[in-house]
Structure formats: structure tokens, C-alpha cells
DNA sequence: GCACTCCTGACCTAAGCAGTCAGGAAAGTC
DNA sequence: GACTTTCCTGACTGCTTAGGTCAGGAGTGC
């Protein structure tokens, strides 16, 4: 449940890819627009080559730059490209996963939290992600309070 | 991104503890009856005590139990106490992170993804999950048919 | 031919995942 | 008081992932 370095890392340099508007932009400028150790970027970069998300050119003048316009590259594509399925449970995907007894209804809810996450993750693009211009989704759901504090409920006891 | 075993097995031991009606129930019943490795189940339990999640007797006769009433535990709480804060990135939390240049509103979207998973993990509770009656949020969200496949977009290419 | 940049595989250390093993400590029973 | 039952705890293990670094090879442009 928790979101690595490199998809953080990579949906970064997306953003960054996206705000280029002319020509490629080579890893050692990503790698200090967003401060990300320059070996591990380009690795990074390679997945998401890969993964047809962005192209690259070698040599003088070379560079990344995005596969695709940046209103048609979702931050999901991005992050599924380096961290592979989003939600997998046990490595597996939710709704093919049996429960018995008393958790028979667990898969329905595996299966609503990943696609609670993908109402975010599939909505945001890289342009919505640069231009500040976030949908209406994140905006409900960043504009509660509780939304940015780190823990709400408190009923636990440390026994 | 992804539901690691121990947060499954954990919140399938809690459900089976929310439908036992009476009295403590051993450790070794709960990992037959979901199909759990006991000595592994029993260190699970043994993190879900010292969150106040649980209680436990030894001794003939003796057994786990819920600490509170079935509805007022949420799922939330159960993950919480086995893996930790809910939608960490690179383990910190989403609002304590500062981006740079183009990935300033990435902050905003990590905040959304977390609040977008508790609004699931959160409303959920153990007697929600026993019974079947799950919230509106996760029927809402679990009738769209996409929902229910691997993959939504198949945008990318295999460059 | 040379500089530049991406491309790739090998390697590394530390941590986490998914357990197993062995023994100790409380609770109840006889 | 001995004995059984059950939880409690720490140590250990094998494997994989996270988060990188290093060294060199392969296209590209001049």
C-alpha cells in the first residue's frame, strides 16, 4: 500500500517530459530538474521506453521524450509501467483470488480499493499534472481537510 | 500499490474473530479456517494485540477476541496495525513531501490516492464484511463492470 | 573519428516478505 | 503441584525487492 521511489521517481520525470514542449530532453537535465541519482533514472527511463510511454535518441542532441500527447498519458500508465499491476493482492490480481468462510466478501473489497484507486490514477494526465489543473475527482477528494492529515481515526489503544 | 499477505491473512483472521459470537477462539481454529500457517498467524495476532485490535487468554480455554464490537473496527485499522501508515511515498507521508519544478501538484495527487483508499478502507468495517451489507461507496464502485478486469486502458505499446 | 547520449547487464547493500523453529510464560484442570 | 493447553517472544532462514552504483557497449551527429 505504499507508492516506491521509482514510481515517484518516474512519474517525475513524466512530468518533466511533458513540460518540454520542443525537442528531447536528456536524463542529466531530468535527472536535476527533479533531483534524481542520474544512473537509476535512466534505468527508469528504460522501463518506461519499454513500455512504449516514452522514445529516446542517442548521441549529440539526443534525449527522451513522450511516446504519446501528455493529455493521453495517464499517471496509472506510468506507475504500472515501473511497479507492474496496481493493487495486486498476494501478487495476484483481486478478483481472481478465492476466500472461504467468514471473508467471502474480502475479494469485493480488494476489488473496490483498486478501483478506487485507478478513479484517481486513470483520470490524472501528465498535462493535468503540470498545468496545476487537476479533475474534478482529486479536487473533491483533496479539498477535506482530513484528506491531509496523516492518521484520522484514533479509537486504537496501544494495549 | 499492493496488499501484501500479511495484511490479507490479518483482516481474514479479524473477520473470522467479528463472526464468533462467544467467547475466545484459538489460533489454531482461525488458521484452519482460513487457510493460514499457524506460527505465521500467531505473530500476526500477536502485532494485532499491541494495536489494540485484539485481545487474547492463554491457556485451556483461552483464545483470541476483538478488543471493540465488530462495527467499530474498520478494515482500515486492521491494515494499519500490520503494515503501517495506508499510502506512503518512499515512507513518508504524501503531504510531508516537497516537489520541485514540474511535479509540484504531485503532492496533491498522492493526497488524493491516500484519501481515495481510506474512503474504502475506512468504511469498511469487520461486521460490514462478515455480513455481506458492504457500504455504498464500495457497491458503487464495485458494479462497474471494468472493475472487475486486470486492466483497463490499453493505450501503451511494446515499443 | 570523436564527442555525446542512451542502452544494458552485472553488481551491491539493506530491508522487507513470508514464513519456521525453539522455548518460555500464563491459565486452567486434575 | 503436576500437567496440558494456549498464547508470547525472539531468533533465524531463504528469497525477493528497493534503491541504487559501476563499467562498458552501441547509436547519433558533427
Redesign the pocket.
Known amino acids: 500500500m505504499r507508492v ?3 514510481a515517484d521517481y518516474a512519474v517525475r520525470a513524466a512530468a518533466e517530459l511533458a513540460a518540454a514542449d520542443e525537442g528531447p530532453v ?3 537535465r531530468l535527472a536535476e530538474a527533479q533531483e534524481i ?4 533514472l ?2 527508469i ?2 522501463e518506461l ?2 513500455h512504449g510511454i516514452v522514445r ?9 521524450w513522450l511516446a504519446r500527447p501528455a493529455d493521453e498519458v495517464t499517471i496509472a500508465d506510468v506507475v504500472r509501467a515501473v ?1 507492474g499491476p496496481i493493487a495486486d493482492v ?2 495476484t490480481p483481486p478478483e481472481a483470488i478465492e476466500y472461504r468462510g467468514n471473508s467471502e466478501h474480502l475479494r469485493e473489497v480488494w476489488v473496490a480499493v483498486r478501483a478506487s484507486l485507478r478513479s484517481v490514477l486513470e483520470e490524472v494526465t501528465l498535462a493535468n499534472l503540470v498545468s496545476g489543473e487537476l479533475p474534478a475527482v482529486v479536487e473533491e477528494l483533496t479539498s477535506q481537510p482530513d484528506a491531509w492529515h496523516a492518521s484520522t481515526s484514533t479509537k486504537e489503544m496501544t494495549s
Request: net charge positive.
Open positions: 516506491s521511489a521509482k536528456k536524463g542529466e541519482p542520474l544512473q537509476f535512466e534505468h527511463l528504460l521506453k519499454h529516446a535518441r542517442r548521441g549529440a542532441k539526443g534525449g527522451y511497479e498476494q501478487s
